[in-house]
């Protein structure tokens, strides 16, 4: 199914799972409380964040290469568990989409080379599910990051600092969260003479209850020219 959008409003499709053990359970399958009828996401004001740029501790494995241009930082990491958002203090979790230098092995040398980065960007981002009685059961807040322009050698457009990290949270008794976000793709959106940094991110979300699993994912696309795109 694809997303339904409506006066800014996503509707995000989703997959429900019957859980094995709801036999086990004193609750009924088509109880109305335990049944998610849709999942929303909103885009909200966003908090006051701060994101430095990477010093070369953060600069860690390469985690893809593509025309010429490398992806640095962690290809997966979870933003909620069990309820709880994960504290997001190591700088190494973000992503660099930097240029690939031919001849040189060490990533902290080509991003110590480059200048003209701009201020972060952000936008954060509500999701809502709410089961068949139109209750709001889970509720929680997002935000995308990235600082972007950098150039080598006055070329180029990159990214740098792209993460994202959880809010407030609220989950209704009965339920559990999660949500992770992976790396799924980088792009040049420019030409081989001047790079545009593209990055795409995965945003997955899963509910347990003791009747079903529900899960879900959205995608945004983010550039080295500042642009963040929902492509779902």
């Known amino acids: 199914a694809t997303s339904v959008f409506s006066h800014g409003v996503i509707h995000l499709p989703f997959t429900s799972v019957l859980n094995v053990d709801a036999d086990k359970t004193d609750i009924a399958i088509d109880d109305p409380m335990y049944i998610i009828q849709d999942i929303t996401v909103t885009e909200i004001e966003t908090p006051l964040v701060y994101s430095a740029l990477e010093d070369k501790r953060s600069l860690v494995d390469i985690i893809i290469e593509l025309d010429k241009l490398i992806a640095l930082g962690k290809k997966v990491w979870a933003i909620i568990e069990d309820n709880k958002p994960v504290m997001n203090v190591d700088f190494a979790r973000a992503i660099s989409v930097i240029p690939e230098i031919q001849g040189e092995s060490d990533p902290n040398a080509t991003f110590s080379m480059m200048d003209g980065w701009m201020l972060p960007k952000a936008k954060s981002y509500r999701v809502i599910y709410k089961n068949a009685l139109g209750m709001e059961v889970i509720t929680f807040d997002y935000t995308v ?8 050698n006055g070329v180029g457009n990159y990214l740098t600092g792209v993460n994202v990290f959880a809010g407030s949270i609220a989950v209704t008794w009965g339920f559990t969260f999660n949500a992770k976000t992976s790396l799924v793709t980088i792009t040049n959106n420019g030409s081989m003479q001047n790079p545009i940094a593209g990055a795409t ?32």
Not at 145 to 152: A, E, I, Y
């Open 145 to 152: 990051t990235f600082q972007h322009g950098g150039k080598f």
């Open 201 to 232: 991110l995965q945003v997955e979300y899963k509910s347990d209850s003791v009747i079903r699993t529900i899960a879900s994912t959205q995608l945004f696309h983010v550039t080295g020219l500042g642009e963040i795109v929902q492509l779902r």
